[in-house]
């Protein structure tokens, strides 16, 4: 017999929470919260639809794992720290070992980064997962895209691209999702970047999480602060096992066009910048690479030691691809 | 050449807004904002996915205000005011027409209750909308589940079964969605009682909406109090437009079991119901009708003039339909 809706939300999305700030959980008709006073509230929300932000077959401990991660990576970008999500779960049938998994990845990420689901809905359909995420940030403090001012420096953390390997990997049937490569197990589990994100508070004059590719974001930025950007090439941070496995220019797109690292684009200004670089990469526990700086103008332009070079490909648009 | 994912948010979903607590709206990776102090945020999310919540065809208009409409009815069920809205929307393409016509639906209603769209995410994929609104509500005011005691009188407000009637006669193709037709318009643009709500404060001891029916949802409302309910059959309010086409026992069929009014079902003690059932119905605006009561034990009881008479058909759930 199959579970019915108040049921799935019963046994598989009703968690007891040690936040005292929740006031009234899953189960009524909304949640009631209590925000901390003198701060912003932070809001933000993505889906992830099957076959377009993961391949069918994906472990559900994985898609839960995305579904709060693709949000938290957002509220990490703001510099906030996360509070409370929501999640409104469409899928074809109520299967329950897929709902525990799914669940199970969802509770795992939710509870290291001390965030409460509050409340959601779940529906039959096509498997649609979307979830909100609620944080608080001082509200002078918050990051935001539009902040970045020509001769800033421009700084990426960690390895991006690896990620998109992994998924290339999974997608031509190399390797499968059981493998324990860690290049599918960054593409299956990526962590938010919120300790760095809260490292970034009142050092970075801008930031956003790259989502959508670092070229293509970086020029999403760069427009937000009305100015032009320059990526130096040979700056990139390549990761040593794509180093190990492609070539120089399969990274390079890899680093470029991949979006599933959730780590952070920002900028500081270049004056004392590296000093402050090390002290965020200490605070946050992982490397932030300087890869280009701010100028005058539009759009991003790529050099390559000091020449000017086309890239070709854009960032991810979910609704050109 | 179709719009891209970002063209398509700042077209048609970044408007200007006269909330003044919206720091930073639209276009970066989470909104900012600045609850007022000493109240209770409010958090509510629901999702509506094509031939399951609204049929294949449904005018864009009518999406865009039901994707609002049912989460600010979740806040009037907690006596909320609403206050922000995010958007999550996957749908198979960007058509033009159509995101022109849900967001003119969406934003409509949200004008009319003060309701700023505040972030989202546009995605291609299945036709599913989700949205998750946050409001306030001083703490010890909201509108819960759980407070209804034995000797509560039970109430609801408007003519419930009305939308049902209106999509009744959609599924039959008796009548077209341009009909104008007051059933078709009720299943189309219910409007949420948010007003009923704020009237509810302070006065009602138990509420919520009326979302998979009466009868479903009377005996959510009593399980969350741990109590009984009686359903006077006699005393259901039947709209005469409904009386005027339909036999009395269908008529409580679609009043018992239909759930796309945005009715709120609440509990008062049953001293002094009446006069503060006035005034209450004065300050919102709406009937509200007194149609059983809370009783201890559990369970809800149909009675017809004092006789117990089994009621067949549950409430709507979203897994078993």
Known sequence: MPLGEFEVIARYFTRATPRRDVLLGVGDDAALLAPPPGQALVAATDTLVEGRHFLPG?????????????????????GADPAWALLALSLPDPDERWL??????????????????????????????????????????????????????????????VAAAGLDLL?????????????????????PRLALGRAL?????????????????????????????????????????????????????????????????FTMPA?????????IAEQA??????????VAGEGVRCLREGREEPVTGGGYDHFAH
């Open 100 to 161: 525990e998994e799914f669940a199970g990845g969802l509770h795992a990420l939710a509870t290291r980064h001390g965030v409460a689901l509050v409340g959601g809905d779940t529906v039959s359909g096509p498997l649609v997962v979307t979830v909100a995420v609620l944080g608080f940030v001082p509200a002078d403090a918050a990051l935001r895209r539009s902040g970045a001012k020509p001769g800033d420096a421009v700084y990426v953390s960690g390895t991006p691209g």
């Open 271 to 279: 004056d004392g910048a590296a000093a402050r670089a090390a002290e």
């Open 201 to 265: 508070r009142g050092r970075a004059s801008a930031a956003m999480d790259v989502s959508d590719g670092l070229l293509g974001d970086l020029d999403k930025l760069a427009r937000a602060s009305t100015v032009g950007a320059v990526l130096e090439l040979e700056r990139l941070p390549i990761a040593p096992m794509l180093a190990d496995a492609y070539d120089r220019a399969q990274c390079e797109r890899l680093v470029l066009h991949g979006g599933d690292d959730y780590e952070l684009l």
């Open 58 to 78: 994906t472990p559900p401990l994985s898609v839960g794992h995305n579904a709060l991660a693709v949000n938290l990576s957002d509220l990490a970008a703001m």
């Open 171 to 191: 997608r031509r049937g190399v390797m499968t999702f059981e493998s324990r490569d860690p290049r599918v197990q960054r593409m299956l589990f990526a962590e």
């Open 285 to 294: 526990g992982c490397a932030v690479h300087r890869i280009g700086r701010i």
